[in-house]
């Protein structure tokens, strides 16, 4: 082929390998069981021709090799789906296998794959990493305009893809295109003009939570374009979405005492250029960037001076060269990508030169926080990342591939998590009032004031470290006659945290897999994969035990007759070490009892079959076994064990003496700490499952698809920071990890993301093309219950019980595993079921000639649902699923997700965009 026939077309095919081999890795990988490809290897093809065919064709109904599970949503899904906020993630919760989780943390990654922590799941854009590294879930958002499809891989995936023990998300970026086109658009959500009202829930001020919901709105705005230059050389995408909500947040409590406001904005952009140097060369480069800012303005007892935004402003740059080898019959494919990560939590209005103050009545009841906030965490990450991918034609019937890469991260993060110019609690004897019209702030308090405890980090940390992970990959497809096809790999990854600390290096992460198909008839298919797969550890496990280790942060209490003045606290550089030794507090030690990575064993078994001309039924079942799950030991754990007879709370005397420091190995009087923390992987995890799909293609305009899903998720910990609620008696087995101890309790049960019947429902339809609908049904078994022991009060505040006087735990501020009562199991009741319906209607004036002009209604929980759990509230130990006593007694629930909702955008397409009608 001459260069003077190196035409747009020709092109267009390159740039395709390109998408597919840099995102999804080849066409194989590309065969999802919602996919259509043919394949270079049993056609024996040249490969252009054999990638060429995928993209945008409906889906079959028989997927005839794809032996892995899960699912992809696809372009015209993606903008025709009913889609809150152009957020893409969410059309993934109708994917068999995955779930919308429970967070620990309120910008907590949302997918749960096979029950587990959505910290561990993997995201990819277009086959790079694509995760934020301290805790976990995508670096970047993607703007919808410029997603070409989404893939999740739960079980059963080939060698190509690893680092984690659940399940992968990948993104495939839009390319350009050889003709221009493009799209604008404006979103609003009106809130409550339209939105109807949820319940006022336990403990709630009616009037002020209708306040609450009367004050949202949403604009959104942006658009995609997309062209060729250089003689049809040289492709290019660019989109930009941004994001402006404001939401009226007064607390749902009786003490709530001020009305706030928060805002959020939220920018994507995102820019691809691909250049065909030659009809087997071609280089990518693409941008991805996003940022979130949210802003209150106070809210409850936080005053607005006192209130803290969030920031997260994430970026990927990456180049991609592809080279075709020996005519179309091999390729290698070198990858380079470069990311970076700013999450912090600056002060809206002050700064950090104040103290915070939380001021109370005589009687202790919390009246107002003002001054600045209390919260230091500035976390950076710098991202490099190698990739490179081999791919070869061995015969007519086999294919080899083979792969490599490295991700180098560089962090550094200024977290004190308290003030650096401390926090005083004061009380107000009749001494502390705002002037009439203006809100209380720290102005208002005097010198004079009483104070009752003054806390201060002494010796805050900068904690500057590394992770380095590495991972290869050896793997081949043949096909040994028409009706079969084996997939056999080999992986192996290494997690450089494993090397910290105690721990000696994980090296031994081999993960054999092997997946078949086998087309029994030109209707049916049989499959079946088994395989191992190893996970690595978000970097907050490390730098929490650099930090919080018996040489890191310090935060002191002073109260009582130690407790200072008002504004004559001491700073961290007038404490005096032999202070900070003094008190007992939890320190970490890294890794005392070793590290490996995480390790599940996953094996799938499945049938499918087409039933007449436009329906097609599948049933797999599925078993996952997973082994190394981080949790949180205690080197000084309390000896004693709860009995019957422990039912009533247990008050320290004092910093110095909690009841249960007499059954510590070590006196924390004696040796300045209390409990020893250790990350250490000695969690479970099981996942068992059987998913059925429907799909019927009523014709190439409506499809239907249909999930069901009954599985059971158990687990004996849940997050990096799961502790026991006694001792160190996490498993069933009911002996102490690190004494050998007998327990009288076990951690083992139900996963807090873990659903046992789950079924959804997904349709696009283009009966004309002036109109256009889409639906999401989801029917859902309600989320597990955990019982802490503690007291509800009429007001709905809460009291927890420490019934063995162990002390504050660093976890529980996060997970909310405390106390239980003596024999209550943990997660051992549930809430209410769910059934939510969303709709969206797309229509185009009939004159209108494609693309044109576009009108939507998107209508959220249509059916005005009140759905109690199963949705990501942002904190794992809070919400409607933590509650107390015993079985049986009241259930309080005290959030919901939104209620019926609406959304309404115009859009306007111009040139060779892809209307959201066609399909």
Known sequence: MSMNSFT????????????????????????????????????????????????????????????GLGGAIEARELTALPTDARDPISLLYNIPGITQATGFFGDAPRLSFNGGNALYSQYLLDGLDNNEGFLGGPRVEVPLGAIARMDALVNGYTAEFGRSPDGVVNVTSLPGSSTRGGDVFLYQRPGRPLDARLPVTFGAVPQALNRRQEGFERLQAGGSYRTAAHNGRTL??????????????????????????????????????????????????????????????????????????????????????????????????????????????????????????????????????????????????????????????????????????????????????????GSYTVVNEGNINAPVGRTLSIRDVPSTARVLSYTIDARPQ???????????????????????????????????????????????????????TWLRSARDVVRASVGRYAGRFPYAIYSDAIQLGAAGNAVLTYEGTS?????AGKLPSQIDASEIQSVPREVFRTFALGLEQPMSWQSTVGYQRIIGSRWSVSADVIWSETRNLP???????????????????????????????????????????????????????????????????????????????????ENNTEDINFSATQGNCFSRNQIDAVTGAACTSNEWADANNDRRHRVTVRTTIAPHRSVSFGVVADAQTGVPVNRLAGSVDANGSITRFDLLGSGPIRGNGFIGNGDRFPGVARNAERLPGSVTLGLSTIVRPLRSRAPGLEAR????????????????????????????????????????????QFQLSLRYAFGSSTSTLTP
């Open 8 to 67: 747009p077309r020709t092109l267009q095919r390159v740039l395709l390998v390109v998408t597919v081999v840099a995102g999804t890795a080849t066409a194989h990988a590309q065969v999802r069981p919602d996919s259509v490809a043919r394949d270079s290897v049993s056609k024996a093809r040249p490969l252009l021709d054999s990638v060429r065919v995928t993209a945008n064709k409906p889906r079959a109904l028989l997927d005839q090799r794809a032996a």
């Open 236 to 421: 290019a995408a660019t989109a930009l979405e941004y994001t402006n909500e404001q939401e009226d947040r007064i607390g749902s409590t009786a003490l709530a005492q001020f009305l706030g406001t928060e805002r959020r904005q939220t920018v994507k952009g995102y820019l691809r250029l691909d250049r065909g140097w030659s009809p087997t060369q071609t280089t990518t480069l693409r941008f991805a960037g996003s940022g979130v800012d949210r802003a209150g303005n106070g809210s409850g007892v936080v005053t607005p001076e006192a209130d803290i935004s969030t920031r997260r402003i994430g970026t990927l740059s990456a180049l991609t060269h592809r080279s075709t080898l020996s005519g179309g019959r091999a390729s290698n494919t070198a990858s380079f990508q470069y990311g970076t990560y700013h999450w912090y939590f600056p002060p809206v209005r002050s700064d950090f030169s104040q103290p915070q103050v939380t001021i109370v009545a005589p009687d202790r009841a919390v009246q107002a926080v003002v001054g600045s906030s209390n919260f230091v965490f500035d976390e950076r990450e710098k991202q490099f990342q190698l990739r490179d991918l081999f791919e070869r034609e061995l015969s007519t019937t086999h294919r080899l591939r083979a792969g490599a890469d490295v991700i180098h991260a560089r962090f550094a993060l200024a977290a004190a998590s308290t003030n650096p110019n």
């Open 462 to 516: 900068q904690v500057n470290l590394t992770q380095t992970t590495y991972g290869a990959f050896l793997e081949d497809v043949w096909t040994p006659t028409s009706r079969v096809r084996l997939t056999t790999g080999l992986r192996w990854d290494y997690d450089d945290l494993t090397s910290r600390g105690e721990s000696a290096p994980d090296l031994d992460n081999i993960q054999p897999r092997v997946s078949a």
């Open 563 to 567: 407790a200072p003045t008002f504004g």
């Open 631 to 713: 949790w949180l030991a205690d080197l000084n754990p309390i000896g004693t064990r709860l009995t019957p007879g422990d039912t009533t709370p247990v008050v320290c005397a004092s910093a110095f003496s909690c009841p249960g420091d007499a059954s510590r190995p070590a006196s924390p009087a004696a040796t300045g700490f209390r409990r020893v923390s250790t990350a250490q992987s000695g969690g479970e995890a099981r996942y068992r499952a059987l998913y059925v799909a429907v799909r019927r293609a009523l014709s190439d305009r409506w499809t239907v698809d249909g999930n069901w899903v009954w599985s059971r998720a």
């Open 857 to 900: 209604l998107d209508i959220f929980n249509a059916l005005n649902s009140l759905v109690w759990g199963g949705y990501a509230n942002g904190t794992g130990g809070g919400g409607s699923r933590t509650q107390f006593g015993r079985p049986g007694s009241p259930i309080n629930l005290y959030a919901a997700a939104p209620p019926r």
